[in-house]
């Protein structure tokens, strides 16, 4: 039987079960992801009211404030449990424990909290909400993606954790009708980056590359349910249009007509079903180029899709490769991205771990290389 514990951390108060097994927690829920605009970690927790303070202690308080002794600062809405205050923008973090497997799987902010005469809710987001939720007008030169992400970042006031280094844009504008996460995801796309936030909360931009299993997953000892989608994809072939072909001129040239974009566009894959793309961001057809390898791999990608639910491990996370066997179904077993992870824990049915793939089935499906067809967000 699997031994399961963990820790909560909210502002300045933290429980950890291994040491107190009684301790507040009713339920926690966390769900990071690649292709969702929303992560959120969901705690609750008992916490009835404090005892009242008796007559004399409440006279007391009421003389101290009618002298003008109090702090005089205006107190923010907060919920006390154990004496301790967690109010709108603490940091949660959640650490969960399954055996022999352990990590952190979430560290948020506080969003939301609803209290009851008991029960109280507390809601987390990522900094994914931040940069949703942020925008700007601006102008970059000269800068590389990581450069311009990094700076989106500061402005948002989120971390960063392991951003690729990405194409070099000459003359790239950001626009205020356009969220930071709009704009990160679409310089994402061109190189075939996934975007998301870690469990550290940490915004990571990085290309999946991986050509054998992290994590491993039996029929009939991890996995209790499985269901995969398969979808032909709609385009065996990629035509990508820059803003012109400066190429030919150097990158810091500007647009102009020509008769034939043939030596100049991206060009990838081949047969009568294509899709054509044009994106006045690219100036290169290196950039092009890199660009129809990245759409073309996440329609590849995508067109396998699944679900699986496993006992409770805190080990798995975006971006790692699993890989299922022994699966009765031969088609249901192969190598697989993690696109999603959804932890639950409450008293009443333990620790469960949802997790959301992607992913052509093995690496004999894949060409031998699943990383070479990993997509990027929001395609």
Known sequence: MNRISYKLTIADWSVDSADDPKTEL??????????????FARVVIYAPPAPQPGLLEQAVGAATEALGL??????????QVRGKPIKHGDTLTIDLTASDRSGRVMTAEVQSINSSLGQTTITAS????????SRVSQVYENQSLDQIV??????????????AAGSSYSYFVADEARNFLREIGELAKRDGL??????????TLKKFEKTSA???LYYGIDILDLRLTNTKPPGDHLLVYGESPSSNQGSNTWHWFAKDLSSFRGDLGEG????AIQDSALRTKDAADSLATGKLGALKDQASQGR????GNPALKLGDAIEIKNVPKPELNGLFKVTSVRHVFNKGHGFLTWVDFSGQGGAAAAGGGLGQLAGAVGL
């Open 26 to 39: 009713l339920s926690l829920e966390t769900r990071l992801a690649m292709n969702s605009s929303h992560d």
């Open 70 to 79: 109090g702090s005089g600062e205006e107190e923010s809405f907060s919920v």
């Open 126 to 133: 990522t900094g994914k909400r931040k940069i949703a939720t």
């Open 150 to 163: 990094r700076d989106f970042a500061s402005q948002a006031e989120v971390d960063v954790g392991d951003i």
């Open 194 to 203: 996934d975007l998301y936030f870690d469990a550290e909360n940490k915004l």
């Open 214 to 216: 992290d994590h491993t």
């Open 272 to 275: 009568v079903r294509t899709f």
């Open 308 to 311: 699986l639910k496993v006992l």
